[in-house]
Structure formats: C-alpha cells, structure tokens
C-alpha cells in the first residue's frame, strides 16, 4: 500500500503544479490562470514563512524509522503546515471555485482529500499539520477566484521589479522556497494572458504537447546552472519568473497559430473574467 500512497503524494510535487497551471491557462482560461499563479505564489509564500517560522517537528523526527525512506523523501522543511496539503487545496479547489462544476468540484475534492490522507499515512505529518494547511489552501483558492490583481500602468512591472529586489535581499542560506515563491509571484503578477483557448481537440492536444515540451526545456535548462547559482535567493526567483513568463507569453506567441489574441485584448480592451 505504500507504493500507491506515495504515488498519490507525489500529485502533489512542484511538476505536477507546473502542467495544471499551464493546460489550465492555455486551454481553459487564460486570465483565471494568472490570477490562480498569483494566488498559488502568495499561498506558497505564507506555507514558507510559516513552516520556517514555527520549524516545528515531524512524525519521524526524533525517530525516523516511524516513515519509510521512501516517504521521508517527500518531506522537504518543518512540518507545520503541510505543503502538500495547502498547495493542493490551492490549485484544485480554485480552478473548482472558478468553474463552478459540480462534477470537476467533486473531483477536486477528492483527489486533495487523499493527497492529504497520503501525508497522514506516510507518517510525514500530523494530523494538525495537514489541517492547517488543508484550511490555509481553501482561503487562498477562494482569494484566487474571487480577486481580481490589478497590474495597470506602473503595477504590472514595478511590483515584480520590488519583488525581485526583495529576492536579491535574502540572506544566504535562507531556505530555497522564499526565492522561489517570490519569483511566481513576480512572473504571475506580470503575466498578461491575451490570447483565446483554442477552440478544437487537434488545437488543444498541439498546444498541449509543443507548450508543456517548451516549459520543461526552460524548466531543465534554468536547473543546470550551477549550484552556486542556483542557491542565489536572486537568481531562485529569476529562474521561476522566467519560466511563468515563458508559458504564460512566450508559448501564445509560439504558438499563435493556435492560441490567436483575444478581440478585445488586441484593441488593448481590458479583459474581464466572470
């Protein structure tokens, strides 16, 4: 049994993120994606700040033969809140407060709640830590499909340009996740999906595959910089702002045979999402 439930814990590891926003930006709704990064970014970020903060223990800290090796692979950081649980709530409970389908919400539901059982059985967290992040992700999954983030005029660009200088402020050392959460945010806010889903299944599955192959070549390539590097606070928050840019508006402009600009984007209208 562990083998499925490490199969359904690993649903909840950063490359599964990065395909759902993407298919559900390019294929779905573009303007609800970027307000879901954005929304996911702040969730990641406060996850962060909190497990970090309060550094409080695992099951297996003081005796690691309670989890597997396997399972303490999975862990990364203190316990409290579990990531698994809050950035799952995150994605798959926004992109259902943003549908509205019953049938997708029941989906959603489910694969969070096992995601979070997987952790509990694991014996990677408990119990009060896959709470508080199971709480912490519905707040923001709500946060995301209700608020709209306004990037007119100078916002677009001077709220990552602020982020970044806070990246390049992080003290070395300091945990990877702050880097990486500030450079989403950075990326997400930026990010000014203009462009229309394609409308057919042979557009969908193209934009798909060339769009998923895209990301991961920038996502492999922007991974072997050098260690050194890559442990810059700075340079963690480049790498992640590049790659939402890279498929929030290099993969339209690719691939815009197939994702053609919206009507009123192109007539530089606002674009308002109900």
Not at 5 to 28: H, K, P, Q, S, Y
Not at 31 to 42: I, N, S, T
Not at 216 to 245: C, I, N, S, T, W
Request: charged letters at 10%; a positive charge.
């Amino acid at each position: 049994m562990e083998t499925l439930w490490l199969m359904i814990t690993n649903l909840g590891r950063d490359e599964v993120f990065i395909v759902v926003l993407a298919l559900f930006t390019w294929l779905v709704r573009p303007q609800g994606g970027r307000e879901l990064g954005v929304g996911f970014a702040l969730s990641y970020l406060l996850n962060s700040a909190l497990k970090y903060g309060l550094n409080l223990p695992r099951p297996f800290t003081n005796d690691p033969s309670l989890a597997s090796e396997a399972a303490r692979a999975t862990a990364g950081g203190p316990g409290l809140p579990s990531g698994h649980a809050q950035m799952s709530a995150t994605l798959w409970l926004g992109i259902a407060a943003q549908l509205r389908s019953t049938g997708f919400t029941v989906f959603a539901v489910l694969l969070v709640a096992l995601i979070c059982a997987s952790r509990l059985l694991l014996n990677v967290h408990y119990p009060s830590d896959v709470v508080v992040g199971l709480l912490l992700g519905i707040g923001f999954a709500l946060l995301a499909a209700r608020v709209h983030f306004p990037q007119a005029g100078a916002l677009r660009w001077g709220i990552p340009a602020a982020l970044l200088v806070v990246a390049a402020l992080i003290p070395a050392g300091a945990p990877r996740e702050f880097g990486t959460g500030l450079g989403l945010l950075a990326g997400f806010w930026a990010a000014r999906p203009t462009f229309a889903p394609p409308r057919d299944w042979a557009g969908r599955i193209i934009v798909a595959v060339l769009g998923l192959v895209m990301v991961f070549a920038v996502y492999f390539a922007l991974g072997a910089l050098p260690q050194e590097l890559k442990d810059m606070g700075v340079v963690r928050a480049l790498r992640y702002a590049a790659l939402v840019l890279v498929a929030a508006e290099g993969v339209p402009l690719a691939l815009r045979r197939w994702l053609p600009a919206q009507a009123g984007a192109a007539q530089g209208a606002p674009q308002v999402v109900h």
